[in-house]
């Protein structure tokens, strides 16, 4: 690492002197473009927790950032995407798994990051480099982990996966912004409704259908039940 990645990710953010030291740095000629052996520049290092004034420096000085490899922890929270935006990145850049910081704040339950994106402007109608979109994650079923230390250290013992079977809050929510709800993964997939019928999940295909989606046997879209016969054979691999 140089000076400068030290400089931007060492200093306290109440302190002048980070803006100082970057600055006499930057008058030596140091290269703002310099990687670690890990591949972070100074202004991915700076991205994590520098104060925003130091990533403006840094960006007036000509630092350009790699996407997503420079950014990818920062899909995940609103202080995160808004050093993304500040960066010019776009609302609806995906990370190295192909998802928008939306798609994932759907998939995670963030009912207050995704409501905060779709303020933004983030798209409800953007697919992941997959075919997945927010409203069909919203309504699919959900695990996640309670104690998730106590699963590494005893994962034979763990019980704590909580299964949740759709979002109706965000549901909600996309559809209020413009999700389209007979958007598909493109390539004759599923809708959010067929895949929460062929899930078993009744509130948020309930929700669906009041919100105005059309059931499968009136549109002739996907059978859920063959839906489900495939997510079944999918699990069992």
């Given at each position: ?9 060492c ?19 140091i ?17 994590m ?61 963030d009912?207050?990051?995704?409501a905060?994106?779709?303020e ?8 992941t ?26 994962p034979?013992?763990?019980?704590g996966?909580?299964?949740d ?6 549901i909600?929510?996309?559809v ?42 009136e549109?002739g ?17």
């Amino acid at each position: 690492a140089t000076a400068l990645h030290e400089a931007v990710s060492c200093m306290p953010s109440s302190s002048p002197t980070p803006r100082k030291c970057i600055g006499w740095l930057l008058s030596r000629g140091i290269d703002i473009h310099a990687r670690t052996e890990a591949g972070d520049s100074a202004l991915s290092r700076a991205l994590m927790n520098a104060p925003l004034e130091v990533i403006r420096q840094l960006l007036n000085a000509g630092a350009q950032l790699t996407v997503p490899h420079d950014c990818i922890e920062l899909f995940y929270s609103r202080d995160g995407v808004e050093r993304l935006l500040l960066c010019g990145v776009s609302i609806e850049q995906v990370d190295d798994m192909g998802h928008t910081a939306l798609y994932s704040a759907c998939s995670f339950r963030d009912e207050a990051l995704a409501a905060w994106l779709l303020e933004q402007g983030a798209s409800p109608n953007v697919r992941t480099r997959w075919g997945g979109f927010p409203l069909e994650v919203a309504a699919s079923k959900h695990r996640s982990f309670e104690d998730s230390d106590n699963f590494f250290e005893e994962p034979d013992k763990y019980d704590g996966v909580v299964i949740d079977h759709g979002s109706i809050r965000l549901i909600e929510l996309l559809v209020q912004h413009g999700a389209a709800l007979e958007f598909t993964d493109g390539d004759g997939g599923p809708t959010a409704l067929e895949s929460a019928l062929a899930q078993g999940n009744s509130a948020a295909a309930e929700t669906l259908l009041r919100l105005g989606a059309r059931h499968p046997s009136e549109r002739g879209g996907v059978d859920p039940a063959e839906h489900a016969s495939s997510l079944a054979e999918l699990e069992r691999l």
